[in-house]
């Protein structure tokens, strides 16, 4: 312990500045963000929030407080669009034109790329069930859902564990129509995307029976996970929202803390985030470039009860690459060791 001391102090000098939030207590809770620093620690109502871990009531927690308050938190158009930018698949839900379900939402699995101003494109066979019934909808309207990586090592495999409805995901609902060739300036770099990002495209994209369709959004809807955040989100914010610089790499981040890190993290939330000793579990769930959510489930004063809270951690300063991250997270790490 004393050895590892030593290390933090030589590789890290100076302590960052942290933020926490408990967001996700069972009785449900309005809790306080609090700001700490190395020279003082204070409390600050900067954000209310009330949720279930059940997934029936809507979490709202927004970067809203005093003036001079460090943002820790992306915002839900940023979360939204890093959603929709990290996934290059989702589900496209047209309205049905078969014989007997004439009007049914009707699934299909679809792949896409985004143009420059997050509108989805998708390459699609004229013969295709969901092409066809857009081609018989006068409306045009069609929801295209796509969600984060439901594996907790981030593509991790057969053998990791599946977070089911514990990931961010996000909905646009909007008009969708083919894209004329001879009218779209941005048709090379579509393809080029496409290519890209889908080793098949190249086979099929030239046939007479494929076209590139694009949605423009009426609405965008996000959720955070299971039982947090939900929220409608702004067409025009989401549009000009930025991405997550971390958004690829986060997940396999996040899958190698809560593989090699348990006792680092164990140490964070009885010292930095006061959360006491009878810790029964804790696991980083989301880390982005301004911070990392930690959820942490201790033992009740009742016996045989749990409490789940979520604890959001702030960076000192906003990072720009997966090594400015890691640094970050061990100066979290550090902060613990010197208090314990």
Known sequence: MILRQALFSLLFMATPVIGFLPSTTLPQQSPNILLKSPVNTRSSQIATVSAVVNGDVPIKAENEGPPNTPNIRLSVEEKAKTVISVCTSGTLCTSSTHDGIEGAPF???????????????????????????????????????????????????????SRGQDVSRCSITGTISKIDPKEADDLNTIRMRYSISHAYADQVMDS???????????????????????????????????????????????????????????????????????????????????????????????????NTDEFRIGFRIPVMSVEDAKSEVLKVFQEAWEKS
């Open 208 to 306: 007479p029976k494929f076209a590139f369709y694009r949605i423009i959004p009426s609405k965008v809807y996000f959720v955070g996970g299971f039982g947090v955040l939900a929220k409608w989100v702004p067409v025009e914010e989401y549009k000009h929202a930025a991405a997550d610089i971390l958004a690829k790499e986060a997940s396999e981040i996040v899958a190698k803390l809560n593989r090699d890190h348990i006792s680092d993290l164990t140490l964070t939330a009885t010292h930095v985030m006061d959360c006491g000793q009878d810790i029964e579990k804790i696991r980083v769930t989301n880390l982005d470039r301004l911070g990392m959510d930690i959820r942490v489930t201790t033992k009740g004063k009742r016996r045989n009860k749990l």
């Open 107 to 161: 699934g299909s699995f679809v792949d896409y790329v985004l143009d420059d101003e997050g509108n989805p494109i998708l390459l699609m066979n004229e013969m295709s069930m969901h092409t066809l019934n857009i081609a018989n909808d006068p409306n045009g309207m069609v929801t295209l859902f796509a969600q984060l990586d439901g594996k907790s090592g981030g593509g991790g495999g057969a053998g990791s564990p």
